[in-house]
């Protein structure tokens, strides 16, 4: 099966990219840890991912392919996510009992975000309908191609032990193992600047 055509999407195709996201992780231990229930996954999932990586629409930095089976969110160095939105996403839509372990979750992982400029990906997500087709790996391929032209580092913490080896074919490196109370271990990534494969 060929790749599909990559390209940025543009804000009116903002819901159908988000609407990918919210189907490639649908079985992420992360996500699904966070977010048991799946009505209020799948009703709330698009708002979710929004908060966390919506400004790359803005940015032109939300990829994806034309027939949508794959996006990634991209933020460009100076934009980041927007944390009061995360903030008010996860006290609307976390039970109570576990929103304090869930905040130190995201208290642990912001530890090793770079304080210089860096590309960072909040999520990259492929339909399970198409996966295991190199979709994911082209996406990561195009973006890439994008974050050395300016020999900038880029960031991302897996929430998928399973791409952990994926990343890692593309420079990436595990700096840490974050583990909090009951929730998955995340592994947050960094590929330094200037990389050349």
Wanted: glycine share 10%.
């Amino acid at each position: 099966m060929s790749i599909p055509a990559i390209r940025a999407a543009n804000v009116e195709e903002q819901q159908q990219t988000l609407a990918t996201m919210v189907l490639g992780f649908a079985a992420d231990p992360l996500v699904r840890w966070m977010w048991p229930d799946p009505l209020t996954y799948f009703s709330r999932g698009p708002a979710i991912f929004s908060a966390f990586g919506g400004k790359a629409f803005a940015s032109f930095t939300a990829f994806v392919t034309n027939d949508f089976a794959g996006a990634a969110l991209w933020l460009p160095p100076g934009v980041k996510g927007e944390q009061s939105v995360v903030e008010r996403e996860l006290s609307a839509t976390i039970d109570a009992s576990r929103l304090g372990e869930v905040r130190a979750v995201f208290e642990a992982m912001a530890r090793y975000v770079p304080q210089d400029p860096c590309w960072y990906l909040p999520a990259i997500a492929v339909d399970p309908a198409t996966q295991g087709k190199g979709i994911g790996t082209a996406l990561m391929a195009y973006a890439l191609e994008r974050v050395d032209e300016g020999g900038t580092p880029a960031y991302l913490e897996s929430s998928n032990p399973r791409n952990v080896q994926l990343y890692e074919g593309f420079g990436f490196e595990v700096i840490a193992e974050v583990g909090v109370g009951a929730g998955p271990v995340v592994y947050p990534m960094l590929r330094p600047g200037a990389h050349k494969q």
